[in-house]
């Protein structure tokens, strides 16, 4: 079937038809070899081989799900300004084109999902779901009790009120280590509760997401979600 190159990657789960558009105006699309930097092209949906930044994408591809341990150092967006390594530099034998569900910071680390199933990015990083994530956090000071009480409570970043959160000391010593749970996902949210009751984040590892654990997961590695998971983050 002929279809328009745009419409063909909104269906393939690329990105929406706009920013299709976008996609193909910057050259990043390949048509049987040859890079098609302008819009209107139609290709063949059942033969012609579609690639983008050099991953091919095909319509009704198989859904992949995969769990990373992100390192610190790495972006967590698809292409960078500045040329840094990004987590798709670890997933780089997966011949499927998958996105990470959401961000974590450059110098965080942990458990970060990649997929090409776009519904599901879409329902795991829509704010109205709120899903729980569980970092741990190593700070330069021990927070008395009434920095615990107003981190749960809520607290103001970036002009509005944080939602309650959890936080617990979970170790003492030089840095001491928080566990802090958390159902939003606004910028350098955790960096900015902890620095709102005068700690500051030396480290900072997310471990669960929902029920969903990093578990024994290396820094580097990754691996695919059970189908158990699967049906789990699905159901979230
Ligand atoms: N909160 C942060 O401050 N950084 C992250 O990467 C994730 C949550």
């Known amino acids: 079937m002929l279809i328009r ?3 063909y990657l909104a269906e393939a789960q ?6 299709a558009e976008e996609i193909i105006l910057q050259g990043r699309v390949k048509v049987n070899g040859k890079t ?6 139609r290709v063949e949906s059942d033969s012609d081989v579609v690639t983008v930044d050099g991953k091919r994408v095909q319509i009704c591809e198989k859904m992949i799900y995969i769990m990373l341990n992100k390192p610190e150092g790495c972006v967590t ?22 996105y990470p569900v ?4 450059y110098d965080t680390s942990g458990l970060l999902i990649l997929t090409n199933d776009g519904d599901l990015t879409y329902k795991l990083t829509h704010p109205k779901h709120n899903i729980e994530k569980t970092y741990i956090a190593d700070v330069d000071r021990e927070p008395d009790s009434s920095d615990m009480e107003r981190f749960k409570n809520g607290l103001i970043i970036d ?3 944080t939602a309650p959160a ?13 566990k802090i749970k958390i159902h939003e996902g606004r910028n350098r949210q955790v960096r900015k509760m902890c620095s709102a009751i005068n700690c500051n984040v030396v480290r900072l590892k997310r471990i669960a997401e929902g029920n969903l654990e990093l578990g024994r ?14 049906v789990y983050i699905k159901g979230l």
């Open 5 to 7: 190159l745009h419409k």
């Open 14 to 19: 690329v990105a929406s038809r706009r920013k």
């Open 36 to 41: 098609i930097a302008e819009l209107g092209t």
């Open 77 to 98: 967006t698809v292409k960078d300004q500045f040329d840094r390594k990004s987590v798709l530099d670890y997933v780089s034998d997966v011949k499927e084109r998958v």
């Open 102 to 105: 959401g961000r974590l910071d």
């Open 159 to 161: 002009g509005r009120k």
């Open 166 to 178: 959890e936080i617990e000391v979970i170790k003492k010593g030089r840095l001491t280590s928080l």
């Open 217 to 230: 997961l290396e820094k580097g590695k990754y691996r695919y979600l059970t189908a158990e998971e699967i």
